[in-house]
């Protein structure tokens, strides 16, 4: 596949790096991003799920973020699950859908009607909370490995109302938090600072690489959607990632602002579909040397070893 003429233009001008560049880039506006966040906790499977969720809700409330939950039936829908997704809603916080047992619509032995079944067992528990939205967050963003299923379960959503709330910067936050609780119960607090800023780096760049991306591939820098879940070192890290992205010039905005940017309503043609939106069409329009966005373990655990975390 080539790159259309338009992405080998951008991506001239993003290679050549010039002073027309720069120029033409100082009168844009400031790059934007949305928190989501995925899953939802269940306090029968996870003991702290309460404390988390309600330090990142408090850690939201003080940065003045809007932010919207994709709880997963199973885990955010649960009887005291449904209690913590129910407070995102009575926070001002948007809440999708992210389907009720959280399974696979890549996988073949998943069918189109089985799937649907799943999103509207997850719809009956979440439609009646405050702030209910009626969006689709894809189990581990998979949305199908053909094109017939692909645009079957397209077809799917739109004769059920729903649309697909895709997400631009995809960084595998869950590979840090799981290192996270992994020093907590090595009782070593003392490096957590360090990998607080690690990860805070690692959001960071991940950003920036698809803010990159996009600029190349569609010629402007959308409003991005960043994809976190509700985990522990969210709980301790969202308002000092807020913050470094503001500190570096980006608006924070909430979901249903980044969720108008025209991208999102975007259909790439991708087989097997999904991942990050701006991935995909990178994907489709040929680009090479993409890394697959969901293996970031493989790239970081060597950086964290180096740093002795
Ligand atoms: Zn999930």
Request: charged share 25%.
């Given at each position: 596949m080539r790159l259309p003429f338009f992405a080998l233009t951008a991506l001239a001008l993003v290679l050549a790096a010039g002073a027309p560049a720069r120029v033409a880039r100082a009168a844009e506006p400031a790059p934007a991003i949305a928190f989501t966040f995925d899953d939802g906790l269940d306090p029968a499977a996870e003991p702290a799920a309460a404390r988390w969720n309600a330090e990142i809700l408090a850690a939201l409330s003080r940065s003045g973020v809007k932010a919207m939950l994709f709880p997963a039936g199973r885990t955010g829908g649960t009887p005291g699950g449904l209690a913590l997704t129910r407070a995102w809603g009575d926070s001002g916080h948007a809440i999708g859908n992210h389907t009720?047992?959280?399974?696979?619509?890549?996988?073949?032995?998943?069918?189109v009607d089985e799937f649907g079944a799943d999103v509207m067992r997850a719809d009956s528990l979440f439609r009646?909370?405050?702030?209910?939205?009626?969006m689709l967050r894809f189990p581990y963003l998979?949305?199908?490995?053909?094109a017939e299923k692909r645009d079957a379960f397209r077809a799917w959503m739109r004769a059920h109302g729903y649309r697909p709330a895709p997400v631009s910067v995809d960084a595998s936050d869950w590979w840090y938090s799981t290192r996270w609780r992994e020093l907590e119960r090595a009782g070593r607090a003392a490096d957590l600072p360090r990998l607080r800023e690690a990860y805070v780096a690692h959001l960071w760049d991940r950003a920036c690489y698809y803010d990159s991306l996009a600029r190349a591939v569609l010629g402007r820098s959308p409003r991005h959607v960043l994809l976190l879940h509700t985990n522990a070192i969210n709980a301790a890290c969202v308002g000092d990632v807020i913050a470094h992205f503001r500190a570096h010039g980006w608006n924070v905005i909430a979901p249903a602002e980044a969720f108008a940017d025209p991208l999102y309503a975007s259909e790439p043609a991708a087989v097997p579909a999904g991942e990050s939106i701006v991935w995909s069409h990178a994907r489709v329009a040929g680009a090479?040397?993409?890394?697959?966005?969901?293996?970031d373990g493989e790239y970081e655990a060597p950086r964290l070893a180096r740093l002795g975390l």
């Open positions: 009720y047992s959280h399974r696979n619509l890549g996988s073949a032995r998943m069918t009646v909370l405050p702030g209910f939205t009626p998979k949305e199908g490995e053909s090479k040397g993409l890394r697959y966005p969901a293996e």
